[in-house]
Structure formats: C-alpha cells, structure tokens
C-alpha cells in the first residue's frame, strides 16, 4: 500500500472498471454504491483513512514503520 501511496495512487484510483457497473452478469451489475461502503469497511478495518486509502499513524506505528 505505501509503495503505491508513494507511486502517486489517490482513493480515486481505486475502483473496478466502468464495465463492472453497466454490463450484466447473471442478470446483475455490481452496485457502486455498495462497493464503495465496502471499500470504506475494508478500509477502516486496515486502519487506512477511508476517505483517503491511506495508513494512519496508529497502523504505521503498530506495524514499526512510523514516517512513511
């Protein structure tokens, strides 16, 4: 995650392509509403800023990599 933080990935880079949400698979395409609230959880429950898909300072600090 960092190394792609440092690569210059923004939260907005973070998604499935547009094709995901019009085209239909078994009758269904992926709600982005939905799949972002889960980005959201997965996020929160990483300790990374949902907002931002970044590390907080707990989560460096826990893992011994605090200044990244």
Avoid: C, Q
């Avoid at 907005?12 to 239909?24: L, Q, S, W």
């Avoid at 972002?36 to 931002?52: C, E, I, Q």
């Amino acid at each position: 995650k960092l190394f792609n933080l440092r690569e210059g990935e923004e939260i907005t880079d973070i998604k499935f392509p547009r094709r995901f949400h019009e085209e239909a698979v078994a009758g269904s395409v992926a709600d982005e509403e939905k799949i972002l609230k889960v980005l959201a959880n997965y996020f929160t429950a990483r300790g990374w800023d949902p907002s931002t898909s970044k590390p907080n300072k707990e989560t460096l600090a826990r893992l011994g990599i605090e200044g990244s």
